[in-house]
């Protein structure tokens, strides 16, 4: 018998298997589910019962918005920091860089947690009463806190590739701060716009471990939702993963996420 | 009313320390294609960008049409820059990107309202202007019918037209040029070459162009500024700069030229090569002088007619001429000629008065500022020489505790003591071995003399320059190290008070 030929191809084979049964399977067991009742006979009900329920449609469009905000803020937070420090001639960036990320080197809970305590910390002896039921306000805070290096890094690295020379060109060319910004350094730095908002609206669109310790359980985002659902109800729990499939797959497709030719999502700092 | 467009006056650009450009002033009259020459290095690019406004003077004023606009931001500058890698926007097609000076523009437009009323408004191009000023720097450009095409499906030489069309579209007063055609191949730098001076007479205006190709600055220039080491070397006519070299290092960038140490004899009399020669320049009499003669300006003839005989070493075609290179005794000289000779034949040269110039050598020594040590060695120039300190007291000797015992018998401690030291130009030797000399340093510059090299070797750290000559032929960039025999250094004291 002929040995089979040993080539790169079956390098692929463990990520092959790991992606059949970690990924397509239950893709399909999502979808089977998603389809059935509890006799497993295929139905809509389960679609049917999600757009006719104000509360899970409600969810859904506070998950949006949360989402949403989290993103637009920390965009404005990450896009003047990024831009700066690209720009700096200071010597040791990578030190003034490295302070924005190191916070992911620590426990995620714990980092929400320590939040927690300075928020009750704040709202009980301090006085500032409206932050205890402040509970969106503290949600997208922490949301922003979290996922801030996430928009800083993509941002940082596009900047960092926009030739200085471009800049030059437009002050010769008569262009001021403001032209110059609108034409060139906001265009140039698009893909690391639309990276850096990608990598933070996906998450905080599902991430309920902020939503639940920072919202005092008052906060139901829809990531919580599913998370609930699958503990009685397997059926509606797939089926609203299932949606927030399509939702997740629209926002990457409107944000020309699935371009190839887009080097720059994710950081290669 | 002054014809000068631009002018530098007392111009100083440092960078912390580091001084790039140092007391340049000059002027550039208007429609005048003027180029800055020089190697690397020289500052020539940070003078540009001072025109351009990219860089501010540290200290020194720029006038333009004798307005100060030392520290206008570029944007409010009537100058355009051609980049030296084009610095096109890679997002926009070549017609946005020509178009993008003139939509940043306003101009007064004058309008009539009804009642006859004359009023004028601060406007931004329309957009037909627009679309026929683009088109027609298109044209200027040879790129007719390029709007819609992305930059990166451009060549360099496209690009780089682009560049042109995009800076002179703003119908600048002054075009500036930093090494445009540095990116392009031998053939297409040639056609742009005489592109850009067809298109300088065409426009009429201000080109200032830099580069560091001296046949390119002599071929395209009304005006070249020489520039090295942060320093105008020589600003002149292209032939006035090639005939009538400043000094020895312009004579060695610009072309060709034969370098040798010389005495002048009397009246308008030098020797050199060990024969006298007459020439125009006047110097006083045994003044050591540097003489430049171009390969071209040397006569072939017989031994016989020949002040000086030697003979042929090689022969090269180069083309349109011969290089011949003859040994004349111990010097080796090169000819240019259209006629060709035999290696090894015995020839004689002659060279007509105007062929030799003279200049004052630049170096007669080497001249800084040491620290004696408690061993008494002394430091300077980032490294620590051996040397004899007992000549900075006639009749002293050094005891066994290092001290210097005066003849009178008194003790002195020299440590730290501030020196002057003086080392002739034929008292340093280098080597390959780093740890051979007392400090380090790169060979900066090399010029043959005819029989000998000189040398420049110049200190990382506090930048410090040896000029020396040396018969061996170095690279340039070489790291090596400077050695300088005890007995050669020539110390004398700053402070004529010394501590006991």
């Known amino acids: 018998m002929k040995l089979p030929r040993f080539s790169r191809k079956t390098l692929c084979i463990p990520y092959a298997v790991f992606l059949l049964f970690f990924v397509v399977v239950p893709m399909l067991v999502i979808l089977f589910y998603a389809f059935t009742d509890d006799a497993m006979h295929f139905s809509f009900e389960n679609f049917i019962k999600f757009f006719s329920d104000p509360t899970k449609l409600s969810t859904i469009v506070y998950s949006l918005v949360i989402a949403l905000v989290t993103t637009v803020v920390a965009l404005l937070i990450a896009y003047p920091v990024a831009y700066i420090l690209a720009r700096s001639h200071i010597k040791k960036k990578y030190v003034v860089l490295m ?52 928009m800083i890094l993509p941002l940082y690295t596009t900047m960092m590739k926009i030739d200085n020379s471009l800049y030059e060109a437009s002050a010769d060319l008569g262009g001021g701060a403001f032209t110059t910004f609108t034409r060139v350094t906001l265009p140039l730095s698009m893909p690391g716009i639309m990276s850096g908002v990608t990598m933070v609206f996906l998450p905080s669109m599902t991430n309920y471990v902020v939503s639940d310790m920072l919202g005092n359980a008052k906060v139901t ?6 998370y609930t659902y699958f503990g009685n109800d397997w059926h509606m729990g797939s089926m609203i993963a299932l949606i927030l499939l399509i939702v997740v797959f629209l926002s990457t497709w409107l944000t020309g996420g699935f371009k190839a030719d887009e080097n720059v999502r994710g950081t290669n700092l | 009313m002054s014809e000068h467009i631009i002018e530098l006056q007392h111009v100083t650009k440092a960078y912390g320390d580091n001084v790039v450009i140092e007391d340049v002033s000059f002027y550039v009259n208007k429609g005048e294609f003027i180029t800055f020459l020089g190697p690397s290095g020289c500052g020539k690019t940070t003078t540009l960008r001072m025109i351009a406004g990219f860089d501010l003077p540290t200290s020194g004023k720029i006038l333009l049409n004798g307005q100060d606009i030392s520290l206008l931001p570029p944007n409010k500058r009537p100058v355009n820059t051609v980049f030296q ?7 926009f097609n070549v017609f946005e990107n020509i178009a993008y000076g003139l939509r940043c523009k306003k101009i007064s437009n004058t309008y009539e309202n009804d009642k006859g009323e004359r009023y004028t408004k601060r406007e931004k191009l329309s957009k037909k202007e627009i679309a026929e000023k683009v088109k027609k720097a298109l044209e200027i450009v ?13 060549s360099g030489g496209q690009q780089q037209r682009v560049a042109i069309a995009r800076a002179i579209v703003n119908e600048p007063e002054i075009l500036l040029l930093d090494e445009p055609l540095g990116a392009l191949d031998l053939k297409m730098r040639k056609e742009m070459q005489i592109e850009l001076k067809e298109m300088h007479k065409r426009l009429g205006i201000t080109f200032i162009y830099v580069t560091h190709d001296q046949e390119e600055a002599l071929t395209m220039s009304d005006t070249i500024v020489v520039m090295a080491d942060g320093v105008v070397q020589q600003i002149g006519t292209p032939k006035g700069i090639y005939d009538e070299p400043a000094n020895t290092f312009v004579a060695d960038f610009i072309g060709e030229s034969n370098i040798m140490s010389g005495t002048v004899t009397g009246d308008k009399k030098v020797k050199f090569c060990g024969k006298t020669f007459d020439c125009l320049d006047e110097f006083e009499k045994n003044e050591l002088v540097d003489v430049v003669v171009r390969p071209e300006d040397i006569r072939m003839c017989t031994p016989e007619e020949g002040k000086l005989t030697g003979k042929v070493l090689s022969v090269v075609f180069k083309g349109i001429h011969y290089e011949i290179t003859v040994q004349v005794g111990k010097y080796e000289l090169v000819v240019q000629s259209t006629e060709s000779r035999k290696e090894g034949e ?19 020594t080497n001249v800084f500022d040491g620290v004696i040590t408690k061993r008494n060695t002394v430091e300077f120039a980032d490294g620590e020489f051996e040397c004899d300190v007992t000549q900075l007291y006639p009749g002293s000797y050094v005891d066994e505790e290092d001290y210097l015992v005066l003849p009178s018998g008194e003790k002195l401690d020299l440590t730290g003591e501030e020196v002057n030291v003086e080392v002739g130009l034929n ?43 040396t018969g061996d032929l170095w690279n340039e960039n070489d790291y090596v190290s400077v050695i300088i025999p005890k007995d050669k250094i020539k110390l004398t004291l700053k402070n004529k008070e010394v501590k006991k």
């Open chain 1, 99 to 150: 302070l924005f990320v190191l916070p992911m080197w620590i426990n995620f809970v714990l980092r929400v947690n320590a939040l927690r305590e300075l928020f009750d910390l704040l709202s009980q002896p301090q006085g500032m009463d409206w932050l205890a039921s402040a509970n969106y306000f503290k949600t997208i805070f922490g949301m922003v806190y979290d996922f801030l290096p996430f």
């Open chain 2, 142 to 154: 040879d790129l007719e019918g390029f709007e819609k095409r992305s930059i990166s499906t451009l």
């Open chain 1, 221 to 226: 985002i829809i990531g919580k939702f599913i």
């Open chain 2, 346 to 364: 015995k020839i004689g040269l002659n060279i007509p008065p105007d062929g030799i110039h003279l200049m004052k050598p630049k170096y007669t």
């Open chain 2, 85 to 91: 890698r084009y610095a096109l926007f890679p997002h």
């Open chain 2, 427 to 469: 008292d340093i030797s280098i080597s390959d071995d780093a740890e051979a000399g007392g400090t380090t340093g790169h060979i900066i510059s090399i010029i043959y003399k005819g029989d000998h090299y000189r040398l420049i070797v110049r200190t990382d750290e506090s930048e410090e320059d040896f000029v020396f000559s």
